[in-house]
């Protein structure tokens, strides 16, 4: 095997001779000498390749272009240039794969994201995306260490469910019944006895309500997986399919919760810091290039490592939602009238009150907590108040809602009571009951969309461009 | 927090105060004391408590019953009885969620794999499903931690595809349309268009496609997420919905694959061997005890950690098809006519001439390479005699096939003469042949089930009983 640039770029040592295999990302030079970029993504950062005139034609190096895979043979070299500790002196030089340059999509200059995502197929070959994937990988196994480290068990839930009692959102539906011509009951109904599963049958919405079975038996889990809405959102902040972490710990409450979620967000933010710092900062630059563009007053205030840095050194504020309505009455935009939507008691918080209370009130991520029953989902746990559920949403500054939890109904004659209200078929949902029927206990847990960290950490802008094949209304390529 | 039961009966000190929540196992003892097996799911063990009558009546106790779930406040003392170091003195004792020991379907007694999987909701809290599912979460660490230290980047690939290229099985169709009534075209057909994604989708059958996407960009990646087969397979090795890992690598050849792969699957296992062994030694009794009942000639000589060390002691014994032909063609089997199926080269091979070169013939697993490309997927790169693709199949005892994998066509005239000969419409696949046109090399990779890998790993003989909530033809509960 070759050895990865990575490596060379952090450890090769002057002199060495190696054998390096990547993609070219530009060639440029004099008649004396090129000078090739070779990446191949294992990090950002490029081995500078010199070709001399001793050793190689113009027609040895005519296939070298943008977006060719070759193998260079040579020693290790101090850089003359800058930015670069060593550079390779090529010996020998084969040209793997082509790139014909009249035709090769992706070319040394800036894409614009649509025409990146037009091109999925190629767009990891940029440094953005490159860096985004590398970095959706740090996040990825940051969660499952973080877990594993504190005795959860990775628990993996349905992602074909004939379960649609929660209703987090519309449904696509799995079948293998003819879509022309289904076969119908005697009352001209589709049959979905016939179905492959014998009923109709979804793809899941939320692992949640499987991982609570989980929890009251293993103590702690954790999911992590696709999950799925049938809206027709054309938004920058939704995915038709996207994958979510969802922790259900037995025997915790709101507070557990609150502080179990807190330190999985800085561990997962500072585990980036730590082993994403390159990337991190191209990113950084990236971000501030584009805040540069917008008009002032919808700029970000700070960079983007430094709102990492923010997320790992401050506490998190925690209110509750009584007393965030307090504090946006009393705030000068609902005095001014420069609120859009009403503040008043039971209806639920808007996107522009969370922002001025995380960015503009406290400066730093709110946790806030009992929100009115009315508009949070059955399976929150009933406050004394008979009024508020034992709820909390985490706000982050630019992103708005990134976890969303709660204490959960462990009481089965209130649960029950609820699941009457909201019109959910309780002989349907006879396993969830069940775990309140037979040694049930206080728990708590919460979702993440994942999606959602990778765009806070690494500034993207679209959370089509924080996942490899976004799918989207109108679009499954690929 | 509560303590775990898992760091008392391995750090517990005699003297030291506790409060303890968990799922009563069993309650036993004479009118003096009473003894309760406690269990929280964070290992197998048991915590004893012990229950005096100075301190309780039995009105205290009575709805101490198996499935409660009670808190114990108490001092630890050392443990009389065998099998525990300490045990937990109570002082004061609280039933947290109740059991009705005649509704409570889980007793404390052996119950069929058929009736727990009828319960799954309940079913972690059996010893041996919980100990499975600790285990399945081992294992999915260990892979994380495997790619993670070797510099593989984790990608999600597609859940919902618009692909069909790959006829790895039959599809699940993925759709928003209405079922009885459908949109039509003018031809009458049902019209596409108008579905979610506008066109006709369904649920990923393999992420390797795409995962071939990132290797030539990001030169090492692995997929680790749900593929599903909509095939009407009612038996103990096939799931509607499974978990594969498929890891991609540019530049690597076939015997960097046969490498990787056995050296991936080495590690899983010694992983387990090292962080499971108290579930392992649960698991290797319920093996031998389930072995001893079947005929002797079906019986596994060897029990299943012993199974266990085998693969991590042994470096697998690697053939081409056509020397794995020569060997069954001179094996005594083959002689007596004792096989069912034919042994001629050209032919696939069956389970039963699988098993005869495991068990058998080398005693260790077998990597069979060089298949004949008429069998093999359109992707397998077609070696020099024209008749043979460099594939792979990796063989354990008891289980078959649990690894597949191949070096990829990276020449874009031999791939697309392949992809006709298959019937592959070429301009649907106009993203991967890019990858061809565009700075192609070598690469390869392997796809691994993962509940085969913890079928293998756990004993269990059906593959139902290793997955939290099977989906199977006519199932999908919960």
Known sequence: MSTVIKSILSEGKEGEKLVIKGWVRTKRGSKNVSFIALNDGSCLGNLQVVAAVEHFSEEDLKDVTTGACIEVSGAL???????????????????????????FPMQPKKHSMEFLREHAHLRFRTNTMAAVFRIRHNLSFAIHKFFNDRGFYNLHTPIITGSDAEGAGEMFRVTTLPADNPPKTEEGAVNYAEDFFGKETNLTVSGQLEAELGALALGKVYTFGPTFRAENSNTTRHLAEFWMIEPEVAFNDLKDNMDLAEDFLK????????????????????????????????????GLIERLQEIVSNSFERITYTEAINVLQNS?????????????????????????????????????????????????????????????????????????GSQREERLDVLEQKMKEFDIPAEEMYWYLDTRRFGTCVHSGFGLGFERLVQFVTGMGNIRDVIPFPRTPKNAEF
Chains 1, 2 share one sequence.
């Open 267 to 302: 561990y997962c933010v500072q585990y980036c810091l730590d082993n994403c710092q390159e990337d991190l900062e191209f990113l950084d630059k990236r971000f501030v290039d584009l805040e540069k563009q917008k008009p002032a007053n919808e700029r970000s205030e700070k």
């Open 77 to 103: 070299a101090a850089s003359q240039g800058s930015g670069q500790a060593v550079e390779l002196i090529a010996e020998e030089l084969k040209v793997l794969g082509k790139a014909d340059p009249d035709s």
């Open 332 to 404: 000068k935009p609902y005095k001014k009238k420069k609120f859009k939507y009403p503040v008043e008691w039971g209806t639920d918080l808007q996107s522009e009150h969370e922002r001025y209370l995380v960015e503009k009130h406290f400066g730093k991520p709110v946790i806030i907590t009992d929100y009115p029953a009315s508009f949070k989902a059955f399976y929150m746990r009933l406050n004394e108040d008979g009024q508020t559920v034992a709820a909390m949403d985490i706000l982050f500054s630019g992103i708005g809602e990134i976890v969303g």
